[in-house]
């Protein structure tokens, strides 16, 4: 299991070696194109500050030198529109000046938001989701006003975010992302499978240097039985809005009696139906999908089996997809002694010139 670790560990660093050269070469940096956050996005960050108080300081600190952004933002639309005033006299430029006044309060309430002591919870933090919304109808307001667009890009200097990409203004980057992705580990699932459309392209890059194997590897957490139970724990506190499915490889000794454990967590809590495998997990996503379709609301269903590798991973993490966007609750287990380092061959998605490929959002822990 040390070896496999170690293969884990290298994998990571190399996925994460190829993401900074090609994500720092790539012009339409995909967090720069507004934001993938939704409020399901935010569940998973408030269970990630759960589960690590360090998370939600490092998350609280970028957020506040983000904040200082959007306040330059704001100031620069303050100067602009302190020069519309003074030049601007008709009714029809009054009514828009009325507008604009409206637009700029609104910005303002924002930053007074972000500048104050919300608390980091799915509720809490929900209005950062308003962020694109409430720039956009400042820009669009302005851009009302001839020159009122060219007038913000000239006035930041370069020190805002409005620039000019093409004949347009470009679109806010991501309210979560300061240098980096704030939400590190527990980022959006569409943004853990990096959509990636640009050129040069990330998965491009991953399926020349990395082998299948390799890249699913890639995607393993390492972590420890007592921090698994916790999260378990902590799903269960806070009910079926924060289930998420769960592929839980290991622990190498004691793997009867932590299965066991973990069953009857669950089983203690919520309605569920436990089904054992007697080898290797090979379910397609189809035939998971209609699994699912048999289980009443809100039961969970827990597979028990002696492998997994990553062609079956690739199935569930599709099915989960497909289940998530049909409001499924995702409370799935699947409980693996080990983890199958050799698939018996690389999953279709994988050489299919895809802009995303689905392992990421799946949660896969090896103990
Ligand atoms: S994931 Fe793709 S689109 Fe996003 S920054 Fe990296 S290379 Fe660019
Ligand atoms: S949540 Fe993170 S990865 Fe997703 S768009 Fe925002 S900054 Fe980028």
């Known amino acids: 299991m040390s070896d496999l670790r170690e293969r884990i560990e290298a994998a990571h660093v190399k996925l994460e070696r190829l993401t900074q050269e090609v994500c720092g070469a790539c012009t339409q940096n995909c967090c720069h194109q507004g934001t993938m956050m939704g409020s399901q996005g935010l569940r998973r ?29 704001l100031q620069v639309a303050e100067r602009v529109a302190h020069l519309l005033r003074a030049s601007l006299s008709t009714e029809e430029d009054t009514k828009g000046l009325e507008e604009l006044e409206l637009r700029l309060r609104d910005m303002r309430e924002f930053v007074e938001y972000m500048g104050s002591d919300y608390p980091l919870t799915a509720e809490g933090m929900s209005r950062l989701l308003l962020y ?27 020190r805002s975010s409005f620039k000019f990409r093409g004949r347009k203004i470009a679109p806010p980057r991501c309210i979560f992302h300061h240098e980096c992705c704030l939400a590190e580990a527990w980022k959006p699932i569409k943004c853990a499978n990096f959509f990636c459309t640009s050129d040069p392209n990330l998965l491009a890059r991953c399926r020349a240097e990395m082998s299948f194997d390799e890249f699913v590897l890639a ?41 066991e454990k973990i069953i009857g967590m669950v089983t203690s809590n919520r309605q569920a139906q436990v089904r054992r495998e007697p080898g290797r997990f090979m379910k397609a996503t189809r035939e998971l999908l209609d699994e699912i379709s048999t289980l009443q609301e809100d039961q969970c269903v827990i597979y028990t089996c002696a492998s997994i590798d990553g062609a079956a991973l690739y199935e569930l993490a599709v099915a989960m997809e497909r289940a998530r966007s049909a ?17 018996f061959m690389p999953h279709p998605m994988w050489d299919d010139e895809m802009i995303s490929q689905p392992l ?3 949660e896969i822990y090896l103990l």
């Open 360 to 362: 990421g959002g799946l």
């Open 132 to 158: 694109s919304a409430v720039r956009s109808n400042l820009l669009r307001c302005l851009r009302q006003f001839p020159g009122g667009e060219a007038a913000l890009a000239t006035l930041s200097q370069g």
């Open 327 to 343: 409001d499924w609750h995702g409370g799935l287990f699947v409980l693996c002694r080990e983890l199958a380092e050799r698939s």
């Open 219 to 259: 995607n393993v957490r390492l972590t420890n039985s007592e921090c698994l139970v916790r999260l378990v724990e902590l799903e269960n506190e806070l009910g079926k809005a924060y289930w998420e499915p769960k592929i839980i490889i290991g622990p190498e000794s004691g793997w009867e009696q932590f299965t």
């Open 45 to 73: 960050l408030y269970k990630g500050i759960l589960m690590d108080p360090q998370f939600g300081e490092r998350l609280r600190r970028g957020l506040s030198l983000r904040r200082e952004e959007v306040e330059q933002d």
